[in-house]
T-cell receptor
Framework: EAQVTQNPRYLITVTGKKLTVTCSQNMNHEYMSWYRQDPGLGLRQIYYSMNVEVTDKGDVPEGYKVSRKEKRNFPLILESPSPNQTSLYFC???????????FGEGSWLTVV | AQSVSQHNHHVILSEAASLELGCNYSYGGTVNLFWYVQYPGQHLQLLLKYFSGDPLVKGIKGFEAEFIKSKFSFNLRKPSVQWSDTAEYFC???????????FGTGTRLKVLA
């Protein structure tokens, strides 16, 4: 079954404590992306990756890092989380042939 | 720059009512258009997409959308909504040949039983 798996699904953390949200896809897609969803703002792209070792900033990259060492994994790193990063985060993997996005289940992150 | 506008932020309908959600985009070139749905507590799922050809596209669960190029619009319709259609609906656009997607701010639909 085609899947995009994110962990953790729910996390409450404190300001400044580094955290990583993992993302893994089993579809051998080259293109992956991270979005955050905030009320009234829809989904905004944080970072994306066209392939292994190829990443680039999206629309709201400040305060985030990513890495793409393997095709299946695309972790999102918050080096020093702040309360304005409290959000719902979605990892996505794109089938370039079908031009279709597959989303993960989402990760609710609260920074206090 | 590309942008997507969804003018209805909240819509409340009774079961069996007809639905039309507006979506307008701004981009001068070739675009691919999408509607995604997010049921409460779930991730986004593809409802339908338009790349080319017949401007009236049909998706899952009885939804359809019409691409009107002259109006830069891609409105979502359903003739008769059900309580289970309660969800948030997102319009998205990407420029042809790229994998950059721009999402609208979403429309929350509540269907009353």
């Amino acid at each position: 079954e085609a899947q995009v798996t994110q962990n953790p699904r729910y996390l409450i953390t404190v300001t400044g404590k580094k955290l990583t949200v993992t993302c893994s896809q089993n579809m051998n897609h080259e293109y992956m992306s991270w979005y955050r969803q905030d009320p009234g703002l829809g989904l905004r792209q944080i970072y994306y990756s066209m392939n292994v070792e190829v990443t680039d900033k999206g629309d709201v990259p400040e305060g985030y890092k990513v890495s793409r060492k393997e095709k299946r994994n695309f972790p999102l790193i918050l080096e020093s989380p702040s309360p304005n990063q409290t959000s719902l985060y979605f990892c996505a993997s794109i089938d370039s042939g079908e031009n279709t996005i597959y989303f993960g289940e989402g990760s609710w992150l609260t920074v206090v | 720059a590309q942008s997507v506008s969804q003018h209805n932020h909240h819509v409340i309908l009774s079961e069996a009512a007809s639905l039309e959600l507006g979506c307008n985009y701004s981009y001068g070139g070739t675009v691919n258009l999408f509607w995604y749905v997010q049921y409460p507590g779930q991730h986004l799922q593809l409802l339908l997409k338009y790349f080319s050809g017949d401007p009236l596209v049909k998706g899952i669960k009885g939804f359809e959308a019409e691409f009107i190029k002259s109006k830069f619009s891609f409105n979502l319709r359903k003739p008769s909504v059900q309580w289970s259609d309660t969800a948030e609906y997102f319009c998205a656009v990407n420029a042809g040949g790229t994998y950059k997607y721009i999402f609208g701010t979403g429309t929350r639909l509540k269907v009353l039983a």
